[in-house]
C-alpha cells in the first residue's frame, strides 16, 4: 500500500541506547513511567511497541494553531484566546522556536550525571512582561462538554508530566519559567450542531496545568541505572502490551511443544 509504514521490530542499533543517534526524549521517559519493560525493549534491544494509526486531524489542528500563533509572533501582539482568559502574555519570538518544535531536535540538555542528552518538542512557548516563560501545548479532542480543566481528561497525569518535562528542560537551559504552563484544547462539539455539512464547530479553551517536575530527576536516574541492567525490568501495572505478549508466547509455545511431541511420538 502506497505510503503505508510497515512495523519493523528490529531498529536499527544506532538508535538504541548507545548508539549515535539514541536521546532520551519526553515521550520515552513517559514509556518508563507507564511500563520498564516496555522501555527496556524498545530502547535496550530496539523493539518499539508497534504504531496505532496517525490522529491526521489532530496533526492538523496542531499545523493550523501553529501558523495562527505564529503571525502575532511577528507582530509581538495577542492572541484572542490570551484576552479571552485574561491572560498577560505574547507569543515567544526566538531564532531556535522551530527547533524547539522539531521532534527529531527538540529543546536538548545534556545531564552530566547519566550522560543522557535528554530533548522534548514543544508546541509553543508565551512570554509575559518579565520575561518569564510560559510553555504551551495544543491539544485536540471530541468532547461533549466545555473542557476547562484537566480533570475533564484521563490523561490529567500523564498531560501534568508532560508540561513539566518540557519546564524542566528550559530551566535546565538557563530561561525563566512559570510553574504554570497552558494547553490549548480544541474541542470539536457534535452537540452543538445538527448535521456534519462539512463543518466542525470547535470550542477553544485554555486550560492552566502546574507541571509536575519533583519526580523527573529520580526517574532519569532509574532510567539510567535500567538501561545499564541485563536484568528485564518488570511490567507497568496498567500496561496492555506486556499482558498481550506474554499470552501470545504461552499459547504458542503450547502449540510449538504439542507440535514436537506428535513428531517424537510418530516415530
Not at 74 to 96: C, N, R, W
Not at 244 to 252: I, P
Amino acid at each position: 500500500m502506497a505510503g503505508f509504514k510497515r512495523y519493523n521490530p528490529n531498529r536499527s542499533s544506532a538508535w538504541n541506547y548507545g548508539g549515535a543517534n539514541w536521546k532520551l526524549s519526553r515521550s520515552k521517559i513517559e514509556l518508563f513511567t507507564e511500563c520498564p519493560r516496555c522501555f527496556y525493549l524498545d530502547n535496550k534491544l530496539g523493539t518499539a511497541r508497534p504504531r496505532g494509526p496517525s490522529f491526521n486531524l489532530n496533526i492538523a489542528v496542531d499545523e493550523l494553531f501553529k501558523k495562527e500563533f505564529d503571525v502575532l509572533r511577528t507582530k509581538g501582539e495577542k492572541h484572542q484566546i490570551m484576552k479571552e482568559y485574561d491572560l498577560d502574555a505574547v507569543p515567544f519570538v526566538h531564532k531556535s522556536m522551530d527547533e524547539w518544535r522539531d521532534n527529531f531536535q527538540g529543546i536538548t540538555y545534556k545531564d552530566k550525571d547519566t550522560g543522557f542528552t535528554i530533548s522534548g518538542a514543544i508546541d509553543d512557548v508565551w512570554v509575559k512582561p518579565d520575561g518569564t516563560l510560559l510553555i504551551v501545548d495544543y491539544k485536540a479532542t471530541s468532547k461533549d462538554e466545555k473542557i476547562e480543566s484537566l480533570s475533564n481528561s484521563g490523561w490529567e497525569m500523564s498531560y501534568k508530566r508532560q508540561m513539566g518535562v518540557y519546564q524542566w528542560l528550559f530551566r535546565k537551559n538557563g530561561f525563566e519559567v512559570d510553574d504554570t504552563g497552558y494547553f490549548v484544547y480544541a474541542n470539536v462539539r457534535k452537540d452543538k450542531a445538527d448535521a456534519f455539512n462539512d463543518t466542525l464547530t470547535f470550542e477553544t479553551t485554555l486550560v492552566p496545568s502546574v507541571g509536575e517536575t519533583d519526580w523527573i530527576d529520580k526517574t532519569i536516574t532509574d532510567i539510567k541505572v535500567c538501561l545499564d541492567s541485563e536484568d528485564m525490568p518488570e511490567k507497568g501495572e496498567e500496561c496492555d502490551f506486556c499482558p498481550y505478549r506474554e499470552a501470545c508466547g504461552k499459547k504458542l509455545q503450547t502449540i510449538y511443544y504439542a507440535k514436537k511431541d506428535k513428531e517424537k511420538n510418530s516415530k
